[in-house]
């Protein structure tokens, strides 16, 4: 029986995003862009056995499917989408509270 501790939480994001979830208290950011996917960055935290949570915006989800496909085949890391500012969108714009809240579930105020 193995006694490896998932207690991580790590997001992988554009900026926007990131800064937002830096704001409720999350501190594990990668900050993503169209040049820099993610794809190493979330098969290295797939195979880090601290990493409980990967957060990943809509956009570099659909960019590393076949990736994240077969790590939720596995228990661990669980994989959690969420949109992003060019998500699908029911509003043409949105707020870092609304990113937040649709997030991690928590009311933010600043």
Known sequence: MSN???EKIYVLADE???LGLKLAGIGNIIELSDERTGQEELIKLANDESVAIVIITEKFAELNRAIINKITLKPWPVIVEIE???GKMEMET????ELIR???GIEVEF
């Open 94 to 97: 949105n707020t870092l509270k």
């Open 102 to 104: 649709s997030a991690i």
């Open 4 to 6: 490896v501790t998932r």
């Open 84 to 86: 992003g500012p060019e």
């Open 16 to 18: 926007m995003t990131g």
